[in-house]
């Protein structure tokens, strides 16, 4: 960020300049929330909430364990589904409820692996976090 002194003058002592900003994450006002999240040294993913930080955790160490031992037709449907959230998230910050609700009710009926048991219980809790997706 830089401020070369041409800022906007509120009248009340403070100013505001910003000729750049680069990398990171910004929120302004009451309830502004940024939640940046490194995923690689090259790239940046901005979430639009902790609990899409949460998720987004949860869904890539589920997809973590699935590649884990022996893998299923349900495997490689389940890792499609977190595949596509992951990316969404990844991209905009967040999720339509649609890509949620089909991996929650994947999750529901997938009969999961022990090592794959904790992730699983992750993901399910972070997306019960989200208020766009009823329960």
Same mark, same amino acid.
């Given at each position: 960020?830089?401020?070369?002194?041409?800022?906007?003058?509120?009248?009340?002592?403070?100013?505001?300049?910003?000729?750049?900003?680069?990398?990171?994450?910004?929120?302004?006002?009451?309830?502004?929330?940024?939640?940046?999240?490194?995923?690689?040294?090259?790239?940046?993913?901005?979430?639009?909430?902790?609990?899409?930080?949460?998720?987004?955790?949860?869904?890539? #160490?589920? $997809?973590?364990?699935?590649?884990?031992?022996?893998? !299923? =037709?349900?495997?490689? %449907?389940?890792?499609?589904?977190? *595949?596509?959230?992951?990316?969404?998230?990844?991209?905009?910050?967040?999720?339509?409820?649609?890509?949620?609700?089909?991996? #929650?009710? $994947?999750?529901?009926?997938?009969?999961?692996?022990? !090592? =794959?048991?904790?992730? %699983?219980?992750?993901?399910?809790? *972070?997306?019960?976090?989200?208020?766009?997706?009823?329960?």
């Amino acid at each position: 960020m830089s401020d070369q002194g041409n800022g906007a003058n509120t009248g009340g002592g403070a100013s505001v300049s910003i000729n750049t900003i680069s990398g990171g994450s910004q929120a302004f006002g009451n309830e502004g929330i940024a939640v940046s999240s490194n995923v690689s040294a090259n790239s940046t993913t901005v979430v639009a909430s902790p609990q899409y930080a949460d998720l987004l955790a949860s869904v890539r #160490r589920l $997809r973590g364990d699935l590649e884990r031992g022996e893998r !299923t =037709a349900d495997d490689d %449907v389940l890792d499609a589904e977190l *595949a596509d959230v992951e990316g969404e998230i990844a991209r905009t910050g967040r999720s339509a409820s649609g890509p949620l609700a089909r991996v #929650r009710d $994947r999750l529901a009926e997938y009969a999961p692996a022990a !090592t =794959a048991a904790a992730s %699983v219980t992750a993901v399910l809790q *972070a997306l019960a976090q989200l208020p766009q997706l009823p329960g």
